[in-house]
């Protein structure tokens, strides 16, 4: 079947611009999951999804980002007034069950310039 | 802070050799462990999960479970070249009433097969 799908794949902006990530999981999987990985480095929790509630946001890294998650299944994760230093891999993942194992989508490479 | 461990690598073994990927976690409730294979510029992919004590086969890849000690282990027999990636140790943490949705990932060992 089809796996997690993230779009758009590559993102280039500027400083100070808004962007919009989205993540399609696979269908029935009610556990939802954003990271972000920079160059070289391990992944990093953001948020995390059960139905369309986000019980776990602690690793929101500030208030200029925010996810949400309509009808349990697709999800946005935004970034207001972005910065450098917000330049990485975001990757979503998905799970049919919480704390069961997780299917990664193929990421959206954001570089804020 | 509950934490996963890994060498960073690199490690490097012959073609046909046996590699060994070592991961340590603090969370002694942790009970669900997974092996991740992320190669250079995409995005992780599951190589195993392991949820008991022992030895879990699959192909070429042994995980091995060590709860008393807080170790899980990844054996690759017969390394080719594309088994070169970085390898991603991943346990799930029991967070506050019991949850235990989240995993926490290793930084990840860097494995390279020479030809």
């Known amino acids: 079947g089809a796996g997690v ?29 954003w990271y972000r990985q920079s160059l070289g480095q391990g992944l990093e929790f953001l948020i995390y999804f ?13 208030d200029r980002f925010s996810a949400e998650r309509t009808g349990g299944s697709v999800s946005t994760l935004t970034i207001q007034r972005t910065q450098q230093e917000d330049s990485a891999v975001y990757l979503c993942a998905s799970s049919p069950l919480a704390g069961g194992t997780q299917y990664f989508g193929p990421g959206t490479r954001l570089t804020v310039l | 802070q509950k934490e996963v461990e890994q060498n960073s690598g690199p490690l490097s073994v012959p073609e046909g050799a046996i590699a060994s990927l070592n ?16 190669y250079s510029g995409k995005s ?24 008393a000690s807080q170790y899980v282990s990844l054996l690759i027999r017969d390394s080719q070249p594309s088994d070169s990636a970085t390898y991603l140790c991943a346990v799930n943490v029991v967070g506050s ?15 390279t097969v020479n030809p």
């Open chain 2, 97 to 111: 009433g019991g949850s235990n949705y989240k995993l926490t990932f290793g930084k990840g060992t860097l494995l």
């Open chain 2, 23 to 38: 991961c340590t976690y603090s969370d002694r409730g942790s009970q669900s462990f997974f092996w991740y294979r992320q």
């Open chain 1, 50 to 62: 059960q139905g369309n509630s986000a019980p776990d946001k602690s690793g929101l890294p500030s």
């Open chain 1, 5 to 33: 799908s993230q779009s758009p794949s590559n993102k280039v902006t500027e400083k100070g611009k808004d962007v919009e990530l989205r993540c399609d999981p696979i269908s029935g999987h009610t556990a939802l999951y």
């Open chain 2, 44 to 67: 992780p992919e599951l190589i195993m999960s392991i949820y008991s004590n022992g030895d879990k086969e699959d192909g070429r890849f042994t995980a091995q479970l060590n709860k």
